[in-house]
């Protein structure tokens, strides 16, 4: 096993900064592009990365600890943030994600110690699952969305590339 509470707190520190170098003050053209149909913006991850952060991580850390396997986990909608139109910026939606990421950093450095990290509890598609499984999710959640923004954005200027995509592998599909 490769998981560490320390480097993988590394991580989750280091995302909200991260995003918003990354993404703060691009135009709307990158900002509101995706590869189609039924996919997400940058601005649609970051909305849900901050839905995950209010009902996702937290709640299911909290229901492992006290609930262990005795009650299935609360339900998290991975679409809950397209459900409505948000208006707000990408700069305000990074604010809120930075904001709540801290607060909850904070909730598990309180609680989480480790011999906590092989408690169980009950996930409604997975079973029975462990707090280390939930806590290496979280940073491998991370890790997927930065990947998606990236690809999205690069996605955009597939065809402005010309012959060079031959050798950007971000643009060569699966």
Do not use: C
């Amino acid at each position: 096993m490769n998981f560490h509470l320390n480097e993988a707190l590394e991580i989750l520190e280091r995302t909200p900064q991260t995003l918003e170098r990354f993404l703060s003050g691009l135009s709307e053209g990158w900002l509101h592009s995706n590869e189609g149909e039924g996919t997400w913006n940058p601005l649609e991850v970051v909305e849900h990365l901050v839905e995950a952060e209010k009902h996702n991580w937290i709640p299911r850390m909290e229901s492992i600890l006290a609930e262990g396997e005795n009650n299935p986990f609360p339900v998290f909608d991975r679409y809950a943030h397209l459900k409505g139109t948000s208006e707000r910026t990408i700069e305000e939606a990074l604010s809120e994600f930075h904001t709540l990421r801290m607060a909850n950093i904070s909730k598990l450095r309180a609680v989480v110690n480790p011999h906590d990290l092989e408690k169980t509890g009950l996930h409604p598609e997975f079973g029975v699952v462990k707090l280390r499984e939930l806590l290496s999710a979280w940073v491998v959640h991370d890790f997927t969305h930065m990947a998606q923004m990236v690809r999205v954005m690069a996605e955009r200027y597939r065809a402005d590339v010309g012959p060079w995509s031959a050798y950007l592998g971000i643009l060569k599909r699966s």
